[in-house]
């Protein structure tokens, strides 16, 4: 029997929270400051710690694959990040980071059979992500597997979400929405007020142009809200994503994906009590469903 493509993105509510820590974490920050980024703001060790993967890639390359950045945002650290550190010492701190800011959280689930067991299904279904035409997925894909269960996990559940955003990014060229176009529109149907996406780096009146394009789509109004048209885009887009993100859950199963979904839950809780997560996020998550990368 198919599964419901939903079911990815009930799986992707579940446990991008548990990864998405890693972006807050000061344990992460302390390990970005040890290899010599400046971290008074997230972005350069955003940048270093999502395209080190790629090897030491020029802003182009960057900018494509991240999409919804502004290029000229993307070139203010790419590949000045490889002047800091090469990707290989990025690769290792990022490990680093991963295990103390799971540690760092309260109690010792990290050391439980629960744990062990997490990581044999997340993996399992990241191994079952088919990485072909989705650049940033296949470039974690070619890492070497972390041996302790906990970094296994982490690394599970990025490579899936990778495997999603990339996949993502192809609904979005699919229906013909440019990189700021994607975010405006996303923005458009309240997924996150506006002054959120300021975080891409694109200016105001690249804003604006990209709502008047938009809006000479017939696809948001004069105030900037979608229209009807526009959000039956924006569904198209997020089911498009979904079917092609369904794969490694059904590969997995659903009693093993719901099982997987019971054992992160408590790293789940744990990460959204740190109150390090922001409550309105670019990805949309809490208020529709549906990411914006």
Do not use: C
């Amino acid at each position: 029997m198919t599964m419901d493509p939903g079911f990815a993105r009930h799986m992707w509510h579940q446990l991008e929270p548990v990864h998405a820590l890693f972006w807050y974490a000061p344990e992460v920050f302390a390990e970005a400051e040890a290899l010599g980024f400046e971290t008074k703001v997230r972005w350069p060790s955003y940048f270093a710690w999502r395209s080190a993967p790629f090897g030491a890639a020029g802003p182009e390359q960057v900018a494509a694959a991240f999409y919804s950045f502004s290029p000229r945002m993307v070139a203010e650290h790419v590949p000045a990040a490889w002047s800091v550190a090469a990707p290989d010492r990025i690769l290792a701190a990022r490990l680093r980071a991963v295990d103390r800011m799971y540690r760092a959280l309260p109690g010792d689930r990290f050391d439980g059979p629960e744990i062990a067991e997490a990581a044999e299904l997340a993996r399992a279904a990241a191994e079952a992500a088919n990485t072909a035409g989705r650049p940033i997925a296949a470039a974690n894909a070619d890492l070497p597997w972390p041996d302790e269960p906990h970094l296994v996990l982490w690394h599970a559940i990025n490579l899936l979400r990778e495997h999603r955003g990339d996949g993502h990014v192809a609904a979005l060229l699919t229906e013909g929405l440019d990189p700021a176009e994607a975010l405006v529109s996303f923005a458009a149907i309240g997924a996150a007020p506006v002054e959120t996406f300021a975080s891409r780096g694109w200016t105001d009146e690249e804003w604006q142009a990209a709502q008047d394009r938009l809006a000479s789509r017939g696809l948001i109004d004069a105030a900037g809200q979608a229209t009807a048209k526009g959000r039956e885009l924006r569904d198209s887009v997020e089911r498009r994503t979904d079917d092609l993100a369904i794969a490694p859950w059904e590969a997995l199963g659903k009693d093993k994906a719901d099982r997987l979904a019971e054992l992160t839950l408590p790293i789940l809780i744990a990460n959204l009590e740190t109150g390090l997560l922001p409550a309105s996020n670019t990805l949309g998550i809490g208020k529709v469903q549906g990411p914006a990368r």
